[in-house]
């Protein structure tokens, strides 16, 4: 058996809505034998002062900064070092004048995901709305057409390659989004674990698949393959697993 072990599993906070605990996802670190990224630790409180400073003033500087958190500029700019490193924030060189150059600090896309915006509210208006529409095809067509839009915004960010390739850089692609995934080759097939669901706040009723259905639909369209749930979370499985569906050859007899 050949295995291939592969991906970046972020540590979360224990949560009672569905995600995995800290605990268990160090378990999965050390079968994987992975360390965790640096840039998928969460922030500490004090660099979370500094993200939601930058959230509310763009464009702030060392200065700007050790005036409003009242702290001496090497500790702003400690924080400001470890923000940069993670991928939160960039800075920007000012107009150049006489003297030492001076920054301009601006969050990233990752950084504005990090200082808190949440869409959950809408996202669960709205999933509740489609569950409730009356005529099963419109609900469907919906669904489709979502997951569609979901999977080609991933397809868009996944480099060219073997379905492995894809499958590997879609893992690595969800932890940057703070979910948590793996990848493995079991005897030349590609599993995709998925080890804790990425929608915990509209997966209330365990009876509801749609959501398992639409996270399908969205893995498959990024992959450009269509994928099928082996393993889920929801059967008492430790993880969701996806793996490409097997083409079935038929076999035709001599008479």
Same mark, same amino acid.
């Given at each position: ?50 993200? *939601? $400073?930058?959230? +509310?003033?763009? #464009?702030? !500087?060392?200065? %700007? =900064?050790?005036?409003? /958190? ?38 990233? *896309? $990752?950084?504005? +995901?990090?200082? #808190?915006? !949440?869409?959950? %509210? =809408?996202?669960?208006? /709205? ?113 969701c697993q996806f793996k490409p569906i097997q083409k079935q050859t038929t076999q035709t007899s001599n008479p």
């Amino acid at each position: 058996m050949k295995l291939v072990k592969i991906g970046v599993l972020p540590i979360l906070p224990a949560r009672a809505n569905g995600l995995a605990h800290a605990s268990d996802l160090r378990k999965v670190f050390a079968i994987m034998d992975l360390a965790p990224s640096n840039n998928q630790i969460p922030t500490r409180p004090v660099d979370q002062l500094v993200l *939601d $400073l930058l959230r +509310r003033h763009e #464009g702030l !500087t060392v200065v %700007d =900064l050790t005036e409003k /958190l009242e702290v001496t500029a090497t500790a702003v700019r400690q924080r400001l070092d470890r923000l940069e490193s993670a991928g939160y924030v960039e800075k920007r060189k000012n107009s150049a004048g006489r003297g030492r150059p001076t920054f301009s600090y601006f969050l990233t *896309d $990752l950084g504005w +995901r990090q200082v #808190g915006v !949440t869409y959950t %509210d =809408l996202a669960v208006a /709205l999933w509740g709305e489609i569950l409730l529409l009356e005529e099963a095809h419109t609900r469907t067509k919906l669904i489709d057409r979502v997951s569609k839009r979901m999977g080609r915004s991933f397809k868009d960010l996944l480099p060219e390659g073997s379905l492995e390739d894809r499958m590997k850089s879609l893992a690595g692609l969800m932890a940057t989004r703070r979910i948590p995934a793996s990848f493995v080759s079991i005897e030349g097939l590609p599993i995709l674990s998925v080890h804790a669901c990425p929608y915990p706040d509209l997966t209330g009723r365990d009876s509801d698949r749609s959501l398992c259905d639409l996270e399908q639909q969205v893995l498959s369209e990024a992959i450009g393959q269509p994928l099928e749930l082996s393993c889920c979370r929801l059967d008492g499985h430790g993880t969701c697993q996806f793996k490409p569906i097997q083409k079935q050859t038929t076999q035709t007899s001599n008479p």
